[in-house]
């Protein structure tokens, strides 16, 4: 078991002529992915090193298969791309794009949601279940198959825990970047639900950073419904109120979104949270001594 | 991208909101100009990306041209907040009767936007909220229904709105508040006070308005808005470089790649005792070029002692990180700045090959990012 992509995921690359697209639609293939289409509005009847491209997600759907979708496209095209998505059937779309407007995922957030779909990101590095299945851009060589389910906000962050985890011999159920925008597809709760159902993650780690209050969501949850193990590492201790550290959503406003208030959260409902990713790949060997 | 009361003005203006009229100056001339043509009593406004101007003397009330000039001067070059006076709003002065608030923001923690609206205007709205929550009626839109008349009932009827014009007014408000939000990408469009003069007309006394600039494509007229003089003069240049900074107050310039990588590294330069001088995110890409950017950025803080690269190669790799720094050796003087080099991740070995052989004295290569962090404080001492 491992959640959101595994040996079931058929992918469809929505931009996988272009050069991200291709180069990264090709690299999840290598890593043994089921790439079973690409999607370029006008290069339909083409194809990228044997796969097939067509027109429209629909066809995708029709005549590849495809049950998940990665998107590639720039950021104003981002939305009408996930929509084509959802509608063509789509059960898993993780979107990669950076910079989408937040009013386009407003929008897309209300219309995916009771539709039952599965969303990762905008903003994202992907899902990775290692030795099964790597839909983005994570570089699943830094990683190993395991039981400690690995969820975060941030890519380059969660590669520097995931190594940490490696180097101390752990090894990873799924790593699953939820991005870095004020609105995503995912919340913490919605992965840690399925982590929850998961028999093969015992051990949860939760990367989150400043802004909104997705870490104080996920920290009643945790209280109220989990009983896998979670812990935690915050980052943007030293960030300074009103301003976006590299991410969109990544901002104290006024006071509140704060690391301290975060970390205060998840320590209310015991929950232990590292003060370097040092610590938190420590943390994590000592609980699964 | 925060906009000034003038400019959010000028979008309430578009989509049929009362404002008073006015004009923009930016120097004493240009003030005396304005009062000649507007006539009256007027009132003269910095203009500042920061709250609380009016206490630190950045409003005032002036009738005829040298008033007008002898206030502009008074005001022009205050410091307020850290924020310098240089640009001015001179507008019709307005007789007020009552002072409502009302506001429309992006919730991310509800995913809709909310409006909020009290007839306690005037005041912080933080206050408001903090001390007679019960006096703020706070509602949220369901974007795929969009705004319904009703939802400006809600808001009028519950902040306890009587008189049947003034419902009618903030009715229309309300409306357009939500176009201008929806039209311009707005995360937040704020009028506070939302005034009720003498004869019974509501009109927008201030704005404070909120772009996604992640939207600005789609509003090149308002990106244009952005004055690059307001920022930090390191952040500015940071942005016409396309890098990603934010300045801090220490003497560890730090470069990471990723925005959750590079934040952590802050903390963690402060966590081993330093003190972090900078944010700078080199992105998912990090080119030798883009090095080379980030660097000059960051070395234009003169109170940087040292440098620490923190990468781990996913995207970006290493061997081009290496011959970034290389390069920037080269081009820039970096002579005074010991360079402290963590990399992991692709291609991080050819990296660490080509810093090794350059063998520059400056240049401290580390093997963990707790490591690399603490050398940096080190040699920043």
Same mark, same amino acid.
């Given at each position: 078991?491992?959640?959101?992509?595994?040996?079931?995921?058929?992918?469809?690359?929505?931009?996988?002529?272009?050069?991200?697209?291709?180069?990264?639609?090709l690299?999840?293939?290598?890593?043994?992915?089921?790439?079973?289409?690409?999607?370029?509005?006008?290069?339909?009847?083409?194809?990228?090193?044997?796969?097939?491209?067509?027109?429209t997600?629909?066809?995708?759907?029709?005549?590849?298969?495809?049950?998940?979708?990665?998107?590639?496209?720039?950021?104003r095209?981002?939305?009408?791309?996930m929509?084509?998505?959802?509608?063509?059937?789509?059960?898993?779309?993780?979107?990669?794009?950076?910079?989408?407007?937040?009013?386009?995922?407003?929008?897309?957030?209300?219309?995916?949601?009771?539709?039952?779909?599965?969303?990762?990101?905008?903003?994202?590095?992907?899902?990775?279940?290692?030795?099964?299945?790597?839909?983005?851009?994570?570089?699943?060589?830094?990683?190993?198959?395991?039981?400690?389910?690995?969820?975060?906000?941030?890519?380059?962050?969660?590669?520097?825990?995931?190594?940490?985890?490696?180097?101390?011999?752990l090894?990873?159920?799924?790593?699953?970047?939820?991005?870095?925008?004020?609105?995503?597809?995912?919340s913490?709760?919605?992965?840690?639900?399925?982590?929850?159902?998961?028999?093969?993650?015992?051990?949860?780690?939760?990367?989150?950073?400043?802004?909104?209050?997705?870490?104080?969501?996920?920290?009643?949850?945790?209280?109220?419904?989990m009983?896998?193990?979670?812990?935690?590492?915050?980052?943007?201790?030293?960030?300074?109120?009103?301003?976006?550290?590299?991410?969109?959503?990544?901002?104290?406003?006024g006071?509140?979104?704060?690391?301290?208030?975060?970390?205060?959260?998840?320590?209310a409902?015991?929950?232990?949270?590292?003060?370097?990713?040092?610590?938190?790949?420590?943390?994590?060997?000592?609980?699964?001594? | 991208?925060?906009?000034?009361e003038?400019?959010?003005?000028?979008?309430?203006?578009?989509?049929?909101?009362?404002?008073?009229?006015?004009?923009?100056?930016?120097?004493?001339?240009?003030?005396?100009?304005?009062?000649?043509?507007?006539?009256?009593?007027?009132?003269?406004?910095?203009?500042?990306?920061?709250?609380?101007?009016?206490?630190?003397?950045?409003?005032?009330?002036?009738?005829?041209?040298?008033?007008?000039e002898?206030?502009?001067?008074?005001?022009?070059?205050?410091?307020?907040?850290?924020?310098?006076?240089?640009?001015?709003w001179?507008e019709?002065?307005?007789?007020?009767?009552?002072?409502?608030?009302?506001?429309?923001?992006?919730d991310?923690?509800?995913?809709?936007?909310?409006?909020?609206?009290?007839?306690?205007?005037?005041?912080?709205?933080?206050?408001?909220?903090?001390?007679?929550?019960?006096?703020?009626?706070?509602?949220?839109?369901?974007?795929?229904?969009?705004?319904?008349p009703?939802?400006?009932?809600?808001?009028?009827?519950?902040?306890?709105?009587?008189?049947?014009?003034?419902?009618?007014?903030?009715?229309?408000?309300?409306?357009?508040?939500?176009?201008?939000?929806?039209?311009?990408?707005?995360?937040?469009?704020?009028?506070?006070?939302?005034?009720?003069?003498?004869?019974?007309?509501?009109?927008?006394?201030?704005?404070?308005?909120?772009?996604d600039?992640?939207a600005?494509?789609?509003?090149?007229?308002?990106?244009?808005?952005?004055?690059?003089?307001?920022?930090?003069?390191?952040?500015?240049?940071?942005?016409? +470089?396309?890098?990603?900074?934010? +300045?801090?107050?220490g003497?560890?310039?730090?470069?990471g790649?990723?925005?959750?990588?590079?934040?952590?590294?802050?903390?963690?330069?402060?966590?081993?005792?330093?003190?972090?001088?900078?944010?700078?995110?080199?992105?998912?890409?990090g080119?030798?070029e883009?090095v080379?950017?980030?660097?000059?950025?960051?070395?234009?803080?003169?109170?940087? +002692?040292?440098?620490?690269?923190?990468?781990f190669?996913?995207?970006?790799?290493?061997?081009?990180?290496?011959?970034?720094?290389?390069?920037?050796?080269?081009?820039?003087?970096?002579?005074?700045y010991?360079?402290?080099?963590?990399?992991?991740?692709?291609?991080?070995?050819?990296?660490?090959?080509?810093?090794?052989?350059?063998?520059?004295?400056?240049?401290?290569?580390?093997?963990?990012?707790?490591?690399?962090?603490?050398?940096?404080?080190?040699?920043?001492?």
């Open positions: 078991m491992a959640i959101v992509v595994d040996n079931d995921t058929r992918l469809v690359v929505q931009g996988l002529t272009g050069s991200e697209g291709r180069f990264h639609g690299r999840n293939r290598a890593y043994g992915t089921n790439l079973v289409a690409g999607v370029t509005p006008g290069k339909g009847g083409q194809d990228v090193d044997g796969v097939p491209v067509f027109d997600v629909a066809d995708a759907v029709d005549k590849a298969g495809a049950n998940t979708s990665l998107i590639f496209v720039p950021a095209f981002a939305g009408d791309a929509y084509e998505a959802i509608d063509a059937g789509i059960e898993t779309v993780i979107c990669i794009t950076e910079h989408v407007p937040v009013h386009d995922m407003l929008g897309i957030y209300t219309y995916f949601r009771p539709k039952g779909v599965t969303m990762v990101g905008p903003n994202c590095p992907g899902v990775l279940s290692p030795g099964k299945a790597n839909v983005g851009i994570i570089p699943a060589e830094i990683f190993s198959e395991g039981v400690v389910g690995l969820v975060s906000r941030s890519g380059t962050l969660t590669y520097q825990i995931g190594h940490e985890l490696t180097q101390l011999g090894g990873n159920s799924t790593i699953v970047g939820i991005g870095g925008d004020p609105i995503v597809g995912s913490f709760i919605d992965i840690l639900e399925k982590f929850e159902a998961d028999p093969e993650t015992e051990l949860i780690v939760l990367v989150g950073e400043i802004g909104g209050d997705e870490e104080e969501k996920a920290a009643q949850y945790i209280g109220e419904h009983t896998t193990p979670v812990l935690a590492y915050i980052a943007g201790f030293s960030a300074p109120p009103g301003k976006a550290m590299g991410h969109a959503g990544a901002i104290i406003s006071s509140s979104g704060t690391a301290v208030a975060k970390k205060e959260a998840l320590e409902k015991g929950i232990e949270v590292g003060a370097t990713p040092t610590e938190v790949a420590q943390l994590v060997a000592k609980r699964l001594k | 991208m925060d906009l000034y003038y400019q959010g003005k000028e979008l309430f203006k578009r989509v049929g909101i009362p404002v008073s009229e006015g004009r923009r100056a930016d120097s004493p001339q240009d003030a005396r100009a304005a009062a000649q043509e507007l006539g009256g009593q007027l009132v003269v406004k910095a203009q500042v990306l920061t709250g609380g101007r009016g206490k630190a003397g950045g409003v005032k009330l002036a009738e005829g041209a040298d008033d007008v002898q206030k502009a001067k008074d005001i022009l070059g205050l410091d307020i907040n850290g924020h310098v006076v240089r640009r001015l001179i019709r002065a307005s007789d007020i009767e009552r002072e409502y608030y009302l506001s429309i923001t992006l991310r923690g509800a995913k809709k936007p909310l409006f909020m609206f009290t007839t306690q205007g005037g005041v912080e709205i933080e206050q408001i909220a903090e001390e007679r929550p019960e006096a703020l009626v706070r509602l949220h839109v369901d974007p795929s229904e969009g705004f319904q009703w939802v400006a009932r809600r808001l009028i009827y519950g902040g306890g709105v009587t008189d049947p014009s003034e419902q009618k007014q903030i009715t229309s408000i309300v409306e357009k508040l939500y176009r201008a939000f929806v039209e311009f990408d707005a995360v937040l469009c704020e009028i506070n006070p939302l005034i009720v003069t003498p004869d019974g007309t509501v009109k927008a006394l201030d704005s404070k308005f909120t772009v600039d992640n600005l494509f789609r509003h090149p007229d308002v990106a244009e808005m952005r004055d690059t003089a307001a920022a930090d003069p390191i952040e500015a240049f940071a942005r016409e +470089k396309g890098v990603t900074y934010v +300045k801090l107050d003497s560890v310039g730090i470069i790649n990723g925005a959750g990588l590079a934040m952590s590294t802050v903390d963690v330069v402060a966590h081993v005792g330093g003190r972090p001088a900078n944010f700078c995110d080199l992105g998912g890409g080119s030798a883009g080379v950017d980030a660097l000059e950025v960051i070395t234009r803080d003169p109170q940087v +002692k040292s440098i620490f690269f923190n990468i190669g996913g995207i970006t790799r290493g061997d081009e990180v290496a011959r970034g720094i290389l390069e920037a050796l080269d081009r820039l003087d970096m002579s005074k010991p360079i402290v080099v963590r990399l992991d991740g692709t291609n991080a070995e050819e990296g660490r090959r080509l810093l090794a052989e350059a063998g520059n004295p400056n240049i401290h290569p580390e093997a963990t990012m707790l490591d690399g962090a603490r050398r940096a404080v080190e040699l920043a001492a």
